[in-house]
């Protein structure tokens, strides 16, 4: 777990793997690393939309899962991501979580 001082890193890259190889077996083939480039992307403009982003932003946040989840559904639809059904989403949400978790962004 990273201590006060150490500096908390997100990397992309790392994360995308991270999702992938955490999507159940039944889905590896249906989602790809550009699906998930794409939730991750929304997910990013929902947090700066918010403002979480700013360097004057709160350390603290507390982060609707739902709302993230309606957001980045409603995102795909206009966007016509149609492999972006509401289980992929939730499973790329599901994965992107367990990442943080994993770097120590989220307890």
Known sequence: MNT???ELIYDDEAAV??????????HKA???????????DVV??????NGW???DSPEEVEVDENEVFEYV???????DMKKLDEI???????GEFEYCKSIG???
């Open 88 to 94: 992929a989403i939730q499973y790329i949400l599901d």
């Open 4 to 6: 006060d001082n150490e």
């Open 17 to 26: 793997k991270f999702i992938l190889n955490h999507l159940p077996k039944e």
């Open 53 to 55: 982003l700013d360097e």
């Open 73 to 79: 559904l409603k995102c795909a639809k206009e966007d």
């Open 30 to 40: 249906k989602i790809d690393e550009d699906d998930v480039d794409y939730v991750l």
């Open 44 to 49: 990013y403009e929902f947090y700066e939309k």
């Open 105 to 107: 962004i989220f307890k």
